[in-house]
């Protein structure tokens, strides 16, 4: 009789790390450090839809679709708790549009990259097992997302992602004595964030690749005023390269219009930091090396390793 009943699957025990705790705190520390000295990028998400039939109907369109907007709003809050770039709206334009005209103020900023992408497949799936006076119902939600990196300056798609997501949960009972399961809607959102889980990482690394650079605000004498500061990982001491831009030149083969390699203009040290947000703040350079040029729309600035040959 006993042989014959259906039992829920007994749940993971949790293990320690194979490390002590100090070494698993310095790691976590060392980890801090790294990540204070990243140079934030500019970026957005332009757009998530959900290409799924699941939870769409006829009273909907695509820019209202909830799990469109909740891929997306997941997605904006992992990478703006990352720390590592400057997260801006996309997805609501219209609403902030209408509000800077209340406020008489309007300051729109461009971003380094948008992030384009969509629910692909999405569904939910309920089995079970019975035996003598017993029985299980297991309920399983499984998530695919995709996304991929559009250059906005000229629409060249330059990096995809996938990442894929299940979430389950488990109930029995044995004669007629046990848990009891209703259709759960939170697996629903633990397979959705499983699968950004499973694609962010490869998400994020491409884009650090692409190389940080600011601007020149203002030359003044042997002061350079540059656009970013304590937010976007420069400190005081820090050199920076003063960079002349190459000349633009479209290509007739691939269309594109291609930048020549710049060429180093100078050095600057970081003699200060000003601004209490990421919106306003900037640094103070002192010139060190090379005749910077006054035209400073030509010119920008890069870090010592990005500009390693």
């Known amino acids: 009789m006993l042989s014959a009943c259906a039992t829920t699957s007994a749940p993971p025990k949790p293990v320690e790390a194979p ?19 990243v140079f934030k990028r500019k970026i957005a998400i332009a757009r998530f839809s959900n290409e799924t039939r699941y939870g769409r109907t006829f009273l909907r369109d ?7 907007k909740q891929v ?21 334009l219209g609403k902030i549009k209408k509000e800077q005209e209340i406020v ?17 497949e999405f569904g939910r799936s309920t089995t079970g097992k019975t035996g003598f006076l017993s029985g299980t119902k ?20 330059f990096f995809s ?24 809607a939170t697996l629903n959102d633990k397979a959705i964030a499983a699968a950004i889980s499973d694609m962010i990482s490869g998400l994020i690394s491409k884009m650090e690749e692409r190389p940080w650079r600011t601007d020149i605000l203002k030359l003044q004498g042997k002061k350079v005023f540059i656009s970013g500061g304590e937010r976007q990982g420069i400190k005081v001491g820090d050199e920076l390269v003063v960079m002349l831009e190459g000349e ?16 180093p203009a100078g050095i600057i040290r970081i003699s200060g930091l000003f601004g209490d947000s990421e919106a306003n703040e900037g640094a103070v350079g002192e010139i060190i090396s090379g005749p910077i040029s006054e035209d400073i729309k030509s010119l920008f600035v890069t870090s010592k390793e990005e500009n390693k040959p």
């Open 19 to 37: 490390v002590s705790k100090a070494e698993q705190h310095e790691a976590q520390e060392a980890l801090k450090v790294s990540e204070e000295k």
């Open 62 to 68: 695509d820019e209202l679709d909830p799990l469109g």
């Open 72 to 92: 997306s709003d997941m997605l904006a809050s992992r990478l703006v708790e990352s720390g590592k770039f400057l997260v801006f709206e996309r997805q609501d």
């Open 104 to 120: 008489g103020q309007a300051n729109l900023i461009g971003v380094d990259t948008l992030i384009l992408g969509s629910l692909t």
């Open 138 to 157: 297991m309920q399983t939600a499984r998530a695919k997302v995709e996304t991929r990196l559009v250059d906005p300056r000229t629409g060249h798609a």
């Open 161 to 184: 992602s996938t990442g894929t997501g299940e979430a389950s949960m488990e109930s029995g009972s044995v004669a007629g004595f046990g848990s009891k399961a209703d259709y759960d």
């Open 248 to 263: 633009k030149v479209k290509s007739g083969q691939s269309g594109f219009v291609i930048s020549l390699p710049p060429t």
